[in-house]
């Protein structure tokens, strides 16, 4: 069995599980989609372009690398949300930032017309983007099982991420922590 097969066994088992426990259903090939995604960047590297760059330049593109482009930022935008939220910490833009242009590529997919052909993933990117914050759920949930958190450190930096964003994905993620920020509090100086 080779790298790939096994990384597809490992992420099928593990999206099967988060999907159920957050209650996010899917048809096969949209669960298929986020294994397969999993598993291919967990073999490479993420392009370090711009999200808003691709995506602009996807819009003066032909239609088959429009296509490609939308899929890069989508599928970029779905991992990087659900894996890598700590990144977020130090940037300007927050988690929901990702999940309004991932989910926006993701429903650009989803169209068809004037120089797009029938796409057979046309089901699975409009799935996509209508769910698109459920999802990143699950990949949250999967991330914090191959990644807890390893210490208070680890809380309080989420928590100061609240603070300065007021991200509604932060709240959550401190809730399942046991942590509830207030939210009538100020953002410090």
């Known amino acids: 069995m080779d790298q790939t097969e096994s990384l597809e066994s490992f992420f099928q088992e593990a999206v099967d599980q988060a999907m159920r426990e957050k209650g996010v259903e899917a048809n096969p090939l949209t669960e298929h989609y986020l294994v397969h995604l999993l598993a291919t ?4 590297p993420i392009d370090e372009t ?9 819009f003066d593109a032909a239609p088959r690398e429009k296509r490609e482009k939308l899929r890069e930022v989508g599928d970029t935008s779905l991992f990087v949300s659900g894996f890598w939220t700590e990144s977020f910490a130090r940037r ?11 989910g926006s590529a993701y429903g650009e997919l989803a169209r068809t017309g004037e120089g797009w052909r029938r796409d057979p993933y046309g089901d ?6 209508a769910q698109f ?3 990143v759920e699950v990949l ?30 932060a ?9 509830f920020p207030q939210r009538g509090g100020t953002r410090p100086q």
């Open 92 to 102: 300007m833009v927050d988690v929901d930032y990702y999940i309004g242009l991932g």
């Open 133 to 135: 914050a459920r999802f």
């Open 50 to 58: 711009p999200l808003a760059l691709k995506m602009m330049g996807a």
């Open 171 to 179: 709240a959550r993620r401190l809730a399942a922590l046991g942590v």
């Open 140 to 169: 949250t949930l999967i991330s914090r099982r191959l990644m807890p958190p390893t210490g208070p450190r680890d809380i309080v930096k989420l928590y100061e991420r609240w603070l300065s964003t007021r991200s509604s994905w």
């Open 41 to 44: 960047y967990a073999t490479q």
């Open 124 to 129: 699975v990117y409009g799935a996509l983007a």
